[in-house]
């Protein structure tokens, strides 16, 4: 018998406490497997952000990470990140060249290939993500929705083996939105996605899993763990005038 395949992602024991004191993130400890879309809930301040961005090294707390058999640690940054694509919640975080093209086409680049190819890689993604003709903006120009597909395209350009995106529907139009899910369905990468939205958690989550307080507080069925936290909006009672009516 195969002995079973060690996990794409492993933490264990993952506790990040940040300069001026904040415990963000407690005793997490979490795997994942080759095929999962894992999608991260929980309320504003829970620990997802900083959680994810100790899976590409851009945070190293005290425990263990390791992705694709590859111990996240000072050392290995380069391998680990040409395995971990981030899309980060800010997106003026992530762009910073000169023009679209140049922005998408820097990671590959980087990777050794040459500048031809790569710039034709970033043109095949930027028409993967909707933006056919922005090529030549300044990303700096461009709005939040479109940053975020640019910063997108700029991730999927180097093929990451895992993906990992942090509040990707923010700032998106509805039909955006909808592209945008289209497109996660296809990429046949494991993905890693933090979200509020439930649309989006529903239509490509294969788990869910709950952060409260830095702490994972329950995981499992994406529909279970909506449930069990009463996590979806729509659930909710209707927000009217009526509710912040003053009682007669
Ligand atoms: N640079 C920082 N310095 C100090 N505290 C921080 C810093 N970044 C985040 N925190 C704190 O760490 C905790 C976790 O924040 P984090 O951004 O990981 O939450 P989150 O679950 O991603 O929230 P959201 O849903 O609002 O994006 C919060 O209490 C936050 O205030
Ligand atoms: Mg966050």
């Known amino acids: 018998m195969q002995p079973p395949s060690p996990p794409l992602v492993q933490v264990r024991q993952l506790s990040y406490t940040y300069a001026d004191g904040t415990l963000a993130l407690d005793n997490i400890n979490f795997d994942m497997s080759a095929g999962e879309t894992v999608v991260l809930l929980g309320a504003n301040g829970s620990g997802k952000t900083t959680f994810v961005l100790h899976l590409n090294g851009l945070l190293l707390g005290q425990g263990h990470v390791t992705v694709g058999g590859v111990v996240v640690r000072k050392e290995t940054l380069t391998e680990v990140r040409r395995r971990v694509g981030v899309v980060f919640q800010n997106s003026d975080e992530q762009l910073f060249m000169s ?28 028409e993967r993500v909707g933006l056919p003709d922005a090529g030549h903006k300044v990303p700096y120009h461009l709005s939040s929705g479109e940053k975020k597909r640019v910063a997108i395209a700029g991730v999927l350009a180097m093929q990451p083996d895992v993906l990992i995106l942090d509040e990707p529907t923010v700032y ?26 439930m649309v989006l958690a529903r239509a490509v989550g294969t788990r869910a899993v709950f952060f409260s307080k830095g702490r994972i507080a329950g995981e499992g069925k994406v529909a279970s763990v909506i449930e069990e936290f009463q996590w979806d909006a729509s659930d909710d009672q209707p927000i009217g005038p009526s509710a912040c009516a003053p009682p007669v």
């Open 99 to 126: 023009s679209v093209l140049e922005d998408v086409a820097f990671g590959p680049q980087n990777l050794g290939i040459p500048p031809s190819q790569a710039y034709a890689v970033a043109q095949q993604m930027l």
């Open 172 to 197: 998106l139009d509805p039909p955006g939105q909808r592209t945008l899910i289209g497109l996660l369905r296809e990429l046949p990468q494991p993905k890693i996605i933090v979200t509020h939205d």
